[in-house]
């Protein structure tokens, strides 16, 4: 059984989101046709780029990750997750894979934590293949924490089909954080009946995250359930992405913090990428 002073080490978390872009940098429109065979082909700079993002992900204590490469030829065969785990100093990681084009290219979600991982499933979204939420839970029952990462479609009316998914998945939690790259403004998000009926929308708001270099759509977003507070939302400066990383800090109740193993806090060893 945990103490309270174990448990006081963990009431609040540090949150990272970030649509990582493969580790394309990209800082002006014109470079999504000059750059785009990045998408496809190995980069020399790429692995220097991995590096300095990871000096910003060591200051947090759960990093979700969209637009990560699973290891293949345009990577030069480098698992992201793994990597960015490993050099940053995450002891736990999950990855998942939504599109496999074999060893040419393998798009994912990723998650790198400080705390010990207890479940991660992931789910196929609907719509077009290519779209998935990761689900990871923390702790074990009702007072567990749930944490998804999403990288949702681009049309509207699969959005809404993804958005009922999730919300079903949400709504008989009592513990959950939603972050990632939702493709649509937090506005659009309240608008949705069911997903604004399980989530605290009205904690947050649309933060302008793409493009980087000049952000006027809030296309990234961190929201949780009533039962937790965010605090200090933000954007960081662009690092290597079309999209701004956001932060936030979520404080948990006690009852959550405690169901919560503490494990690997402190740990430098990345277990092996689920």
Not at 98 to 104: A, E, H, L, Q, S
Request: hydrophobic content about 35%.
């Amino acid at each position: 059984m945990q103490d309270d002073s174990q448990s006081e080490r963990i009431t609040s978390l540090k949150l990272l989101t970030f649509n990582m872009q493969v580790g394309i940098h990209t800082h002006a429109y014109h470079h999504y046709v000059t750059r785009s065979w990045q998408h496809f082909l190995p980069h020399r700079g790429r692995a220097s780029r991995l590096d300095v993002m990871c000096d910003t992900f060591r200051q947090f204590d759960l990093v979700g990750l969209q637009e990560v490469d699973g290891g293949s030829f345009r990577s030069s065969n480098i698992n992201h997750v793994e990597y960015l785990a490993a050099q940053a100093g995450f002891p736990y990681a999950s990855q998942q894979l939504n599109r496999d084009f074999g060893r040419f290219a393998k798009h994912s979600n990723g998650l790198l934590s400080r705390l010990a991982i207890s479940h991660t499933h992931n789910h196929r979204l609907p719509g077009p293949k290519g779209r998935g939420a990761m689900h990871t839970r923390f702790g074990e029952g009702p007072e567990a924490l749930h944490l998804f990462v999403l990288h949702l479609a681009l049309g509207t009316r699969t959005q809404n089909l993804q958005l009922d998914y999730i919300s079903e998945l949400v709504a008989p939690l009592k513990n959950v954080i939603i972050m990632g790259d939702l493709n649509c403004t937090h506005d659009k998000l309240k608008s949705h009946s069911r997903f604004a009926r399980v989530l605290s929308l009205e904690q947050g708001h649309g933060i302008p995250s793409h493009p980087a270099w000049q952000p006027t759509r809030a296309l990234d977003h961190i929201v949780v359930s009533p039962s937790l507070k965010m605090n200090h939302l933000r954007a960081l400066p662009p690092l290597y992405s079309d999209h701004l990383p956001l932060a936030v800090e979520v404080t948990l109740p006690l009852a959550c913090a405690r169901s919560i193993s503490i494990a690997g806090l402190g740990g430098t060893t990345p277990q092996s990428v689920r």
